[in-house]
């Protein structure tokens, strides 16, 4: 009883063990912890590993299903107890404090050159923290406007091309002249407002953090950050052209007014195009349109999936190995459209299936080289500033209960002292 007792107890320390090992036969086991969620991005990433084992008798990868709701917790605790996967899927905003606290390997001298000169310098600096490289970004999602297109053509509005956007102000008078009788030009869903917004504002020249010679971070709202926040703000209080009750929704709750003709346009993440393609009723025209430009163009801040490895893994080189051929840019095609997003590979980005006009993907592609690292991207103490000063000022902004120079100085003020304490 005793012995049985001692064989169960070593199987279940065995199992709760995190990265992978290596057997008596000299096989390497790698675990990769996916986040993809969607059916079809689910069965490209299983269907690669299983080439990828196919291939690689010497080194096998355990395909292991994690949940972007719970990722950064689930993330901690596993490094902390010493039971991380080798192979890490997530997004490069969140690996900062991982990063910075040794959880994750320095790739620099680890990635294959083909790797490091696929991507573009721009989407490394997404996962640069200090002088090393966290992370492989693969997947980006630029913010799109989805369009009735119905509604746009018999209002005879211009319509945008990536070539010849809307401007902001611009952007406001056509949804104001797209309202009347209880629709809506716009609506915008900011149930999560900080990101939309920091990120689209760089458009109009916004950085909102400004690091300082001494490498600390300071928080400064200028007139390039005031852009799109008072765009917003105008036509949900002043104009009446964007619905006041989807401000606290999320995206696909605004959905079935969309399609039910209470709004003409939503601004979205470029994957939800997937949604909509699945959800839209029969007959039902739409199309993808480029977010407003501004002083800087089409610029917009995007925080790309990216893929780490663990510094506590055994097998960093057959992990990078494993990313590598995760990524070849023919594979990197396929996670792109199982996930309805954008790779941030060059050789990619050239694939004919990205370029068809069908479902916006030529329209989402041609945004893909005004993609920059997010502004508060390698900010240590961001996640606390964004949930405890940011995200209720701006909801409380746009909902109208506070103006603009309130707003100014939560940010600045309240910020500033949220920052403070993690750079002392």
Same mark, same amino acid.
């Given at each position: 009883?005793?012995?049985?007792?001692?064989?169960?107890?070593?199987?279940?320390?065995?199992?709760?063990?995190?990265?992978?090992?290596?057997?008596?036969?000299?096989? =390497? $086991?790698?675990?990769?912890?996916?986040?993809?969620?969607?059916?079809?991005?689910?069965?490209?990433?299983?269907?690669?590993?299983?080439?990828?084992?196919?291939?690689?008798?010497?080194?096998?990868?355990?395909?292991?299903?994690?949940?972007?709701?719970?990722?950064?917790?689930?993330? +901690?605790?596993?490094?902390?107890?010493?039971?991380?996967?080798?192979?890490? @899927?997530?997004?490069?905003?969140?690996?900062?404090?991982?990063?910075?606290?040794?959880?994750?390997?320095?790739? $620099?001298?680890? *990635?294959?050159?083909?790797?490091?000169?696929?991507?573009?310098?721009?989407?490394?600096? $997404?996962?640069?923290?200090?002088?090393?490289?966290?992370?492989? #970004?693969?997947? !980006?999602?630029?913010?799109?406007?989805?369009?009735?297109?119905?509604?746009?053509?018999?209002?005879?509005?211009?319509?945008?091309?990536?070539?010849?956007?809307?401007?902001?102000?611009?952007?406001?008078?056509?949804?104001?002249? *797209?309202?009347?009788?209880?629709?809506?030009? =716009?609506?915008?869903?900011?149930?999560?407002?900080?990101?939309?917004?920091?990120?689209?504002?760089?458009?109009?020249?916004?950085?909102?953090? @400004?690091?300082?010679?001494?490498?600390? =971070?300071?928080?400064?709202?200028?007139?390039?950050?005031?852009?799109?926040?008072?765009?917003?703000?105008?036509?949900?209080?002043?104009?009446?052209?964007?619905?006041?009750?989807?401000?606290?929704?999320?995206?696909?709750?605004?959905?079935?007014?969309?399609?039910?003709?209470?709004?003409?346009?939503?601004?979205?993440?470029?994957?939800?195009?997937?949604?909509?393609?699945?959800?839209?009723?029969?007959?039902?025209?739409?199309?993808?349109?480029?977010? #407003?430009?501004?002083?800087?163009?089409?610029? !917009?801040?995007?925080?790309?999936?990216?893929?780490? =490895?663990?510094?506590?893994?055994?097998?960093?080189?057959?992990?990078?190995?494993?990313?590598?051929?995760?990524?070849?840019?023919?594979?990197?095609?396929?996670?792109?459209?199982?996930?309805?997003? *954008?790779?941030?590979?060059?050789?990619?980005?050239?694939?004919?299936?990205? @370029?068809?006009?069908?479902?916006?993907?030529? $329209?989402?592609?041609?945004?893909?080289?005004? *993609?920059?690292?997010?502004?508060?991207?390698?900010?240590?103490?961001?996640?606390?500033?964004?949930?405890?000063?940011?995200?209720?000022?701006?909801?409380?902004?746009?909902?109208?209960?506070?103006? +603009?120079?309130?707003?100014?100085?939560?940010?600045?003020?309240?910020?500033?002292?949220?920052?403070?304490?993690? !750079?002392?």
């Amino acid at each position: 009883m005793r012995t049985k007792a001692i064989l169960v107890l070593l199987f279940l320390l065995t199992a709760c063990t995190g990265g992978g090992g290596t057997s008596d036969d000299g096989t =390497v $086991t790698l675990r990769f912890q996916s986040l993809a969620w969607q059916e079809e991005s689910v069965a490209a990433n299983k269907q690669l590993v299983k080439e990828w084992n196919a291939t690689h008798p010497d080194v096998k990868v355990e395909y292991v299903q994690g949940s972007w709701d719970s990722v950064h917790d689930q993330l +901690l605790t596993s490094f902390e107890g010493g039971e991380a996967p080798d192979i890490i @899927h997530d997004a490069s905003d969140d690996l900062a404090d991982f990063a910075y606290g040794g959880y994750l390997a320095d790739l $620099t001298d680890l *990635l294959p050159a083909r790797l490091k000169s696929d991507i573009p310098r721009r989407s490394w600096e $997404t996962t640069t923290f200090g002088d090393g490289i966290y992370g492989v #970004p693969f997947l !980006q999602e630029p913010r799109v406007i989805v369009a009735n297109a119905k509604w746009l053509k018999e209002s005879g509005v211009r319509v945008p091309t990536p070539d010849r956007p809307w401007s902001w102000p611009e952007f406001r008078r056509i949804t104001e002249e *797209l309202s009347g009788d209880g629709t809506y030009g =716009v609506a915008w869903p900011l149930k999560e407002p900080v990101s939309a917004t920091l990120n689209l504002s760089l458009s109009a020249g916004g950085q909102l953090f @400004h690091r300082g010679a001494d490498g600390k =971070v300071t928080i400064r709202f200028g007139k390039g950050d005031e852009v799109v926040p008072r765009t917003i703000h105008d036509q949900a209080n002043t104009d009446h052209s964007a619905s006041p009750t989807t401000l606290g929704s999320g995206g696909s709750d605004t959905l079935p007014g969309f399609f039910g003709g209470k709004y003409a346009m939503v601004p979205l993440g470029f994957s939800y195009r997937q949604q909509i393609a699945q959800q839209a009723p029969k007959g039902f025209e739409w199309q993808v349109l480029p977010a #407003p430009a501004g002083a800087d163009g089409l610029s !917009q801040g995007v925080s790309p999936q990216t893929l780490s =490895v663990a510094e506590d893994s055994p097998h960093q080189k057959e992990a990078v190995a494993f990313v590598d051929f995760l990524l070849r840019p023919k594979n990197m095609v396929r996670l792109a459209l199982g996930d309805w997003m *954008l790779p941030t590979g060059t050789q990619a980005l050239k694939d004919p299936a990205l @370029h068809t006009a069908e479902n916006g993907w030529a $329209t989402g592609t041609a945004l893909a080289a005004h *993609l920059r690292s997010a502004p508060a991207q390698s900010v240590r103490g961001y996640p606390e500033w964004k949930d405890k000063v940011a995200t209720p000022a701006f909801q409380e902004y746009y909902s109208g209960a506070i103006g +603009l120079d309130e707003l100014r100085a939560r940010l600045e003020k309240d910020g500033n002292l949220v920052l403070a304490r993690y !750079q002392r």
